[in-house]
């Protein structure tokens, strides 16, 4: 059986990442907004507030999420390229889908992600190979290439419209 949590697996990663991997996963990014409204396009409001999973977030918080966390992503391809490795600040996900902006409509967050993608894709289609080497820290992950990073929102966008279309196959929606 599929562990809910995970559907399209856990993420990994190469050492050695590839230009040909950089566009795919620039191109996951870029048709993530997209492949999102999909996913919700015809969700009434109970089953956008149905967990994707038993203990899980609800569909609404899981697109509230990915707004938080890519905008959270962005500055952080922002802060790399114009620092030295800066730290950078976690923050708690799972209390942030508790605030009361996470029970907003869904459709004040589509709109922010896919002009947040739109300007977040110039960024990348724009970096050069030395660009991709840039760092920052995490305090819990350590030190975080660009080129990584690009790789682990490629997986997150992916991630949790899984959580979407994979909850939609198993009610049937």
């Not at 890519?70 to 942030?96: C, D, G, M, Q």
């Not at 907003?104 to 991709?132: F, Q, T, Y």
Request: with cysteine; charged share 20%.
């Amino acid at each position: 059986m599929m562990d809910l949590r995970y559907p399209i697996g856990l993420f990994n990663i190469n050492q050695e990442i590839t230009s040909k991997e950089i566009n795919q996963w620039t191109s996951d990014i870029e048709s993530a907004p997209q492949e999102l409204k999909k996913a919700v396009k015809n969700l009434n409001g109970l089953q956008l507030d149905t967990p994707y999973r038993p203990g899980g977030w609800t569909v609404r918080q899981v697109v509230h999420h990915l707004a938080d966390s890519h905008l959270n992503s962005y500055i952080r391809f922002k802060l790399a390229l114009t620092e030295e490795n800066p730290v950078i600040k976690p923050y708690e996900e799972a209390l942030w889908a508790e605030l009361p902006d996470s029970r907003l409509p869904i459709e004040i967050s589509l709109p922010l992600l896919e002009n947040l993608h739109a300007r977040w894709v110039v960024l990348l289609k724009s970096l050069s190979p030395h660009d991709l080497t840039k760092t920052f820290t995490h305090p819990d992950s350590g030190v975080v290439t660009l080129a990584q990073n690009i790789g682990l929102y490629s997986w997150h966008s992916r991630h949790h419209i899984s959580h979407i279309t994979s909850l939609c196959t198993r009610e049937g929606w």
